[in-house]
């Protein structure tokens, strides 16, 4: 289980100066950066025009060095290279938690402890490599929730090779933890986006409700450039994930960056991308990682065993033809 999130970046992003180009009265702040081995992109109005460039830096800050997996010094990393665990930070332990809760919700397709069977293929430093059968075979003893117990805020682990990597929920969770802030101090108006996973209230710069593009999910377009659909949202939290940008090939072999947690090998199946629209941004985040690994067929069971999740749904059928199977909630947001 890996997210891809590079499909969504770019096109909200776009979206984003798009509907700036035609201003109300009323001036938007809008600040951009790098987080958590991604960019982030947020746009809000303040009544007084405050710059909450600190505060909300603040934020990304406890969260990386909480979770990064791409700073040595983080309390994750800390923990992987732990022998039996470590406590941890609150930030962490209610990540772990959360995911806790979405593996057993998800029959396992949502897995953070993936992270040795995501090292071994190669997606972390981009090596893009085969392991042996023997060597999944052997990761493979150290993959599930069982792996894993929080007591408080001891993380604890079975065995000192398990490894846990959130990068599935961590931008979530991020925009969840933004969003909760702007909300406390009265912010009405705000679009929040963290490496794709996105969540607004109110209006845009355009006094309208805000507007976010799916792309079509073709391997050669630039992101934004073609557009499969465009969803009005305020209110609740929009996150895509899609794999058929990330994919290497080996010996004619095409390997996707999505890896399944019950195999320890790429997802093979005919779903492209999933776009889930929910009331938080970190379910909505695991959920689309979990149902990228389901494919389509189990991903629509599961959605009608469990209503109130609205999914956006591209695949391709035996001839390769992209085809759509959405809900009916998200089919009311489609203005485009």
């Known amino acids: 289980m890996l997210n891809n999130r590079t499909c969504s970046i770019i096109l909200v992003t776009l979206l984003l100066i798009t509907s700036c180009s035609t201003r109300t009265k009323r001036e938007y702040r809008q600040i951009r950066g790098f987080a958590q081995g991604t960019t982030f992109n947020i746009q809000y109005y303040h009544p007084q025009n405050r710059d909450l460039s600190d505060p909300i830096g603040q934020i990304l800050e406890r969260i990386d060095s909480s979770m990064s997996v791409y700073r040595d010094n983080s309390i994750i990393n800390a923990f992987n290279a732990s022998q039996e665990g470590i406590e941890v930070d609150s930030l962490l332990a209610q990540v772990v938690e959360q995911s806790l809760q979405y593996h057993r919700q998800t029959n396992g397709a949502f897995d953070i402890t993936v992270g040795p069977l995501v090292k ?9 490599q085969v392991p042996s059968d023997d060597t999944i075979a052997h990761l493979m003893g150290f993959i599930g929730d069982g792996m894993i117990a929080l007591d408080g805020l001891f993380l604890g682990k079975k065995h000192a090779e398990v490894k846990i990597d959130v990068n599935a929920i ?5 925009v969840d933890r933004i969003a909760a802030y702007f909300e406390k101090i009265g ?3 705000y679009l929040v986006e963290v490496g794709g996973e996105l969540r607004s209230l109110g209006n845009s710069p355009r006094g309208t409700p805000w507007r976010v593009g799916i792309d079509r999910p073709d391997d050669h377009a630039v992101s ?18 899609g794999n058929y940008r990330k994919f290497f090939m080996k010996d004619g072999v095409r390997y996707s960056h999505t890896i399944d947690p019950t195999t320890g090998r790429p997802v093979e199946h005919s779903l492209l991308s999933a776009t889930v629209l929910d009331s938080t941004s970190a379910r909505a985040d695991a959920l689309a990682t979990a149902f990228m690994v389901m494919g389509k067929d189990k991903a629509i069971q599961w959605l009608q065993a469990n209503p109130g999740v609205e999914v956006y749904l591209i695949y391709s059928d035996e001839k390769g033809n992209y085809q759509v199977w959405m809900s009916e909630g ?7």
């Open 170 to 174: 961590a931008p979530g969770f991020t």
């Open 187 to 189: 912010i009405k108006d």
């Open 120 to 128: 071994a293929w190669g997606f972390y430093a981009r090596q893009n």
């Open 224 to 241: 934004g450039e073609n557009l499969q659909a465009i969803i009005e949202i305020s209110g609740q939290s929009l996150v895509t994930s």
């Open 330 to 336: 998200i089919k009311k947001r489609i203005v485009d």
